[in-house]
Structure formats: C-alpha cells, structure tokens
C-alpha cells in the first residue's frame, strides 16, 4: 500500500508541477464567456455571493454564477495562472503562482491578492521568490496561512493574513517539502495542522514546528475546513478506503461521501458552501468538477475534461 501511495502522490506532483510549464492561450475580455479551461488550481465560493463559484486555472480566474454561467474575471494582463487561490475573507481574493503573459508581474507571483473578485491583482509578499502550489487559509483565523513552495524550499506561515511569512524549523515532516501534497488545518484551532504527504498522514499541534505519523496506510491529496467548528474537514483520501471523506474529529474518523474516482484521477480542489450546509464542488486532476447539494448523497458533474456542461 505504502507503494501505490508514493506511487500515485509522484505521479500527481508530476502533472502539477508541469501545469506551469504550458503555452498561455491567447487573450479574452473580462466577462466573455467560458469554452473550456485548463487545469483545476483552486476553487472557492464568494462568501459574499455564496451562490457564486470561482475557479482558478492555468490561464485565469472564472466566474461560475447562480444560473450556472461560466465567465472570465480579468483581461489578459490579470490572466494568471494562479495556484492555491482562495478567499482569505470575505472582502479579499489571494493566490499565488506565475504571472499571464501580458503582465509584468515577477516570477513567480509569491503572494497576490484581490479585492475586485478577481479583475485586478497586487502582490503583497515573496513576489519573485516563492510559487505555493500549496496554501491554506484557517477558516476561524485567516490570519493563520500556511504555504509550501513548489520547489521545496520550505514549510511558511504567516500570522498576518499574508503579508509577512516566517519558514518554519520543522521537525518530523518529509525532509523534501515537493512530497507534501496538501495541508488542512483544524478550522476552530489554527495550530494544530495535518499533512498529506508521500509517506502517509502527519499532524502537528505546535503551528507546524513538529510533527507526528499519523498514518502510513493512507494519505489525502486535497483537504478543506466544513465550518469554524472544530475538527469539522473534509479530504480526499488515498490508500486504504479512498474517496472524498468528511471527518468530524479532525482526522481521527472518516464517513464517506459517496465519490470514488476512477484510474489515477483525485480531487485536487474541494469549495464549501459559506452557508448551505452539505453544499460542496470539487475540482480533480483530470479536470472534472462534481457538485452536491445533500452532503454527499447524489453528486452531479458540472464539467467535464476543462469543459463546461451546460
């Protein structure tokens, strides 16, 4: 088992950290509508327009609104590719990853934000030093941000929301950052953290400093707060029991909801609903996007292969 989990986690860090590497397409309008897209890098309802679901990928930001159309946020100087995109609150948009053709951006991006859902962007650190293919947000505190750069180079935290960061002397983790795939932290304590990484699932209570196997049978390659309540995720496993899984106990307990994805596909990306409980999209390698609206009880795909399914 141990094996086919290095086995799947190499293959998938192979396919992210080549999506970087392809031809930007050629430019559109702010608002023209969405043929097909390339990538899933993040996903995220509006906290302000929960009905509203935004996309990043190799090429941009998309729009996915309440009657179901797909549209481009920005023009082409704003087309990034952004990875790891997310709300950090409700007002604020932030990101990372390489800058659209047409910008004059750094590369990469370090840390970028939003505050016009996703038309215009500024970085506000690491510009040209670091590309977190992983970033997560505490959903009680999203001044808790935690990061790990696409070339390894360490372990990041910030306090702050993103502005400042400090690489954190870890102890216990994968020595090689590249094979952390995901990081979820506990949405009523940001200082207690899980890993998915390339030899199982690893947890810390310290804020990231020092960490404990927790499980070698089994890793996640995605993860995501359900609420502010405590211990209250939700990941897509690999190893023994795969699927999308919701636990209630920050990881010590799993129940399924009901999405096994075929071959060598995974959910790479996973929104929650801000205020619909049990309303969930999430995004995979292969460029599917599944919704439930019943926490898992029927599931519908909304795209298929970087095509919208209107």
Not at 289 to 295: N, R
Request: net charge negative.
């Amino acid at each position: 088992m141990y094996k086919k989990v290095r086995l799947f986690i190499t293959l998938s860090l192979l396919v992210i950290l080549t999506a970087c590497a392809q031809n930007d397409k050629d430019s559109v309008d702010v608002g023209e509508s969405v043929d097909s897209f390339m990538h899933v890098h993040g996903l995220s309802y509006d906290p302000q327009e929960p009905y509203d679901l935004y996309l990043s990928t190799h090429h941009g930001l998309i729009r996915i609104d309440d009657e179901g159309q797909w549209n481009w946020t920005s023009s082409a100087e704003h087309r990034h590719d952004l990875m790891s995109f997310t709300f950090r609150d409700e007002e604020t948009m932030i990101a990372s990853g390489h800058p659209a053709k047409a910008s004059d951006f750094q590369d990469p991006l370090g840390v970028i934000i939003s505050k016009d859902r996703g038309k215009t962007w500024e970085p506000i650190a690491l510009h040209g030093e670091v590309d977190f293919h992983v970033m997560e947000v505490n959903a009680s505190d999203p001044d808790v941000i935690y990061g790990i750069d696409a070339h390894g180079s360490g372990l990041y935290r910030s306090t702050d929301g993103g502005f400042n960061w400090e690489v954190l002397e870890t102890k216990g983790l994968p020595e090689d950052f590249a094979t952390v795939f995901a990081l979820v932290s506990d949405p009523g304590n940001p200082e207690s953290v899980l890993a998915g990484t390339q030899r199982g699932i690893f947890k810390s209570e310290d804020g990231g400093k020092t960490w404990e196997l927790k499980s070698n049978e089994q890793t996640f390659v995605s993860g995501k707060g359900v609420s502010k309540q405590s211990g209250m995720i939700i990941v897509y496993l690999y190893g023994q029991s795969p699927g999308l899984m919701i636990s209630h106990d920050f990881g010590e307990t799993w129940d399924s909801l009901n999405l096994v994805l075929e071959g060598n596909d995974a959910v790479t990306h996973i929104a929650v609903h801000p205020s619909e409980e049990g309303v969930y999209t999430v995004g995979t390698r292969e460029e599917h996007l599944f919704q439930t609206a019943d926490g898992g009880e029927n599931w519908i795909q909304i795209a298929e292969n970087g095509k919208p399914l209107r």
